[in-house]
T-cell receptor, first 111, second 117 residues
Framework: TQLLEQSPQFLSIQEGENLTVYCNSSSVFSSLQWYRQEPGEGPVLLVT?????EVKKLKRLTFQFGDARKDSSLHITAAQPGDTGLYLCAGLTSGTYKYIFGTGTRLKVLA | EAGVVQSPRYKIIEKKQPVAFWCNPISGHNTLYWYLQNLGQGPELLIRYENEEAVDDSQLPKDRFSAERLKGVDSTLKIQPAELGDSAVYLCASSLDIGLFNTGELFFGEGSRLTVL
């Protein structure tokens, strides 16, 4: 069974702090996505990374896909209360076009 | 443009009762997914449809779960009989066909929260 392990599982920080969330697997993915989910809603796509070593920036969020396409990280600079939510990575397996979701990281940013 | 619509939003039933969830995907999205999500965890795929064909149902507990997508648009997920461990959020998602040039953003509905007593 393919697994995407995220760390940390929970994170509570003060507004203005930086943080990094990790997504690791022993499997290779053709692409990897990051989603954010707020309570009572479905996940919403933040970014898709496709190429090994790729780095994408979305305002205060920086996403990186590992060179071997087995892992990824999400870095948030100067976190704000609006960043609070459940962050999910999702790897797309090649050939089967099947998404495997990570275990999730619950972030709480305190004002 | 309307997003993915699911109903009901909440359902409370007693164990051994049946329950059904309905999903209307985004117009034009051929691929439809049903996921199960436990609190604070990542979604787990139950079944994936390409049009009306179930192309991946390997994680669907077929003894009590069933799904259909007649005419390749709306879909229904049924549980009969429900067990205590089925309490979770059932998410429906849709996407354009995933291929070489489309990495396929998943568009999720708000989910149907099931509580089995």
């Amino acid at each position: 069974t393919q697994l995407l392990e995220q760390s940390p599982q929970f994170l509570s920080i003060q507004e203005g702090e930086n943080l990094t969330v990790y997504c690791n697997s022993s499997s290779v993915f053709s692409s990897l996505q990051w989603y954010r989910q707020e309570p009572g809603e479905g996940p919403v796509l933040l970014v898709t990374v496709v190429t090994g070593g790729e780095v994408k920036k979305l305002k205060r969020l920086t996403f990186q896909f590992g060179d071997a396409r087995k892992d990824s990280s999400l870095h948030i600079t100067a976190a704000q209360p609006g960043d609070t939510g459940l962050y999910l990575c999702a790897g797309l397996t090649s050939g089967t076009y099947k998404y495997i979701f990570g275990t999730g990281t619950r972030l709480k940013v305190l004002a | 443009e309307a997003g993915v619509v699911q109903s009901p939003r909440y359902k409370i039933i007693e164990k051994k009762q049946p329950v059904a969830f309905w999903c209307n995907p985004i117009s034009g999205h051929n691929t439809l997914y049903w996921y199960l999500q436990n609190l604070g965890q990542g979604p787990e795929l139950l079944i994936r449809y390409e049009n009306e064909e179930a192309v991946d149902d390997s994680q669907l507990p077929k003894d009590r779960f069933s799904a259909e997508r007649l005419k390749g648009v709306d879909s229904t997920l049924k549980i009969q009989p429900a067990e205590l461990g089925d309490s979770a959020v059932y998410l429906c998602a849709s996407s354009l066909d995933i291929g070489l040039f489309n990495t396929g953003e998943l568009f999720f509905g708000e989910g149907s929260r099931l509580t089995v007593l």
